[in-house]
């Protein structure tokens, strides 16, 4: 079982990457600064691979800063689900992305 963990922070388009061996809640967690997890709807893909993404459930509410490479890559995912923009919303925050392979991803 391999995965990775893309964490997209509001003031850098780069994410930071880390190889994990299976999910680990307090790592997404610890990416996410401690808040609680909330899974972003519809994002589902992430460079063409299958993904789970997770934000702050309440970043708005603390008023955290536009996630703007986030809230493009979750745009980019519907429409390739739906094949347009379901949702006129924006993410807020660190952003984190989990991708892996099939094992990693079932275990979800």
Not at 71 to 83: D, E, I, Y
Request: with cysteine; aromatic share 10%.
């Amino acid at each position: 079982m391999k995965g990775q963990m893309f964490t997209y922070r509001p003031e850098s388009p780069k994410p930071s990457i880390i190889a994990l061996e299976k999910p680990d809640l307090d790592v997404v967690k610890a990416g996410l600064n401690g808040g609680y997890l909330e899974a972003v709807p519809f994002f589902f893909y992430y460079h063409g691979q299958r993904c789970v993404a997770f934000c702050d459930e309440e970043g708005k509410g603390k008023g955290l800063p536009i996630n703007i490479a986030a809230t493009l890559l979750w745009h980019t995912a519907l429409v390739k689900l739906h094949g347009s923009i379901i949702i006129d919303d924006v993410l807020c925050g660190p952003v984190v992305v989990l991708t892996g392979d099939q094992e990693f991803m079932n275990s979800m």
